[in-house]
């Protein structure tokens, strides 16, 4: 499976942000997206998922079946500020979630084998989201995708919010399941893209670029990468 961008473009009253991305995401790969403040990495997902409208371009998936464009169900989207029901604990919303999604809940998980699978303890189970930590609605967010395993997975800087252990279950978990997924991750810390991810590119320039993998085992790995993303301009205003 393949997820196939061609000449994706998105402007906000003429400031151009996307300008034209090409790029072959594959399945089996966790992809780390890297850029500057204000790039365009979460107009990027914002386009993916179905958020907003891209201008231009299309995103298409291909498998099995042929060239299909991307569907919204076909994303799961994990927001670097999450984005959840607060007035229901964590149990009624993953109750609901997965009843709603019946058909692709595995019988034999419940709602508690879930949190128990990213290690939300049995007392916060019943609280109210409300004040859950940001890691710990991040969790939720990310139960989501491992209930219903969408094609594509999409990640702004989630594991920015979590503490070390959980950070390390969390990559644990996204390596566990990257064989049947295309997971793009964007993150601002270079060491983390570097140990997670098994491919990174750059959105620079308002496009997409492959870095290579000489370079992502290189020794001066984090200085070239400074470089590259160093001569980023502004985004262009039309
Ligand atoms: N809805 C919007 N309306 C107008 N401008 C927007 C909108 N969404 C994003 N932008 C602008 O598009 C540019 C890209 O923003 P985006 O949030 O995609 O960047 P980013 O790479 O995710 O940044 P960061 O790393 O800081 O999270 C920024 O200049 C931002 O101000």
Redesign the pocket.
Known sequence: MQLILKNLR?D??G?K?LQGIDFTFEKGKIYGLL????????????CLSGE?EADEGQAQLEGEKGLRPLRDEDVGYVF?LPILPEFLTGYEFLKFFTDINRDKVPQELTVDDYLEMVKIEDEDRHRLIKGYSHGMKNKIQMLCFLITRPPLILL??PLTSFDVIAALEMKKLLREIKQDHILVF?T?ILQLAKDLCDELVL?RHGRIEAISSELLHSPDFEDQIVMLLGDEP??QNA
């Open positions: 998105k906000f009253g400031k942000v850029g500057r403040n204000g790039a365009g990495k979460t107009t990027l997902f914002n907003l670097s702004d800087e964007s601002h959105l502004d985004v």
